[in-house]
């Protein structure tokens, strides 16, 4: 069983649909991490988080400590916004236990 | 923006022959790290380094590999002898401080086996 489940593996909308990208985790973490990774391969951090929610521009991301699970919603989706999004976790000091990612479509 | 450089992006070897790939950290940045991600799979950490030592390594990171920080700007990863199995994208990625801190990545350095 992965340590880290994604939900959905793949996710198309049109632009401006409302996105939700699940994240559970069945290990003890210090924090989690939303990225986002682009056709090309970049990696590029958009949130870490312990607990709540935290906001950036259209996306919001929010954590459930005692369930397990965490959220990432895209607001107003645009096609710029296509890419895989991965969630990982934070275990011990410094290793991240990353999903397997959710490839966002978005059409116009 | 400062932003954390890898060299090469491409990398092609013959299977048992050594590589190095290269990573500049971003410069006031103190943890650094190594990940890979096999075509079509999922990221995967190798390991990690502070104080000039690693502080953690996965199960994957065996005596085939080592790190370091030969100067002042550089952190390598080398494999000593390659493997087919070795081919994938190699992330560097280097942070501030430890736990509440955010990880920024490298570009990549794709790495073929032949």
């Known amino acids: 069983k992965n340590e880290v489940e994604q939900s959905p593996q793949n996710l198309t909308a049109q632009e401006g649909e409302f996105i939700t990208i699940n994240c559970s985790y069945s290990v003890g973490i210090s924090a989690l991490h939303w990225l986002q990774q682009h056709p090309g391969g970049g990696i590029v951090s958009l949130f870490m988080?312990?607990?709540g929610k935290k906001k950036h521009g259209r996306l919001i991301a929010t954590i459930n400590i005692h369930e397990k699970h965490s959220s990432l919603h895209i607001t107003a989706s645009h096609p710029r916004d296509s890419a895989v999004y991965i969630c990982a976790v934070v275990q011990g000091a410094q290793k991240l236990v990353f999903g397997q990612g959710t490839r966002l479509t978005i059409n116009p | 923006e400062p932003e954390v450089t890898q060299t090469p992006s491409h990398q092609v070897t013959q299977m048992g022959q050594e590589v190095i790939l290269r990573c500049v950290p971003i410069s006031n940045h103190l943890y650094f790290y190594w990940y890979r991600q096999i075509l079509g799979q999922k990221v995967e950490f190798l390991v990690s380094f502070y104080n000039n030592e690693i502080s953690e390594k996965s199960e994957i990171f065996d005596d085939q590999f080592s790190v370091e920080r030969p100067d002042g700007s550089n952190f390598t990863l080398k494999i000593r002898s390659t493997k087919l199995e070795d081919s994938a994208m190699y992330f560097c990625?280097?942070?501030?401080?430890?736990?509440?801190?955010?990880?920024?990545f490298g570009p990549g350095t794709r790495l073929t086996v032949l």
């Open positions: 988080l312990s607990s």
């Open positions: 990625a280097s942070s501030p401080a430890l736990i509440g801190d955010t990880q920024y």
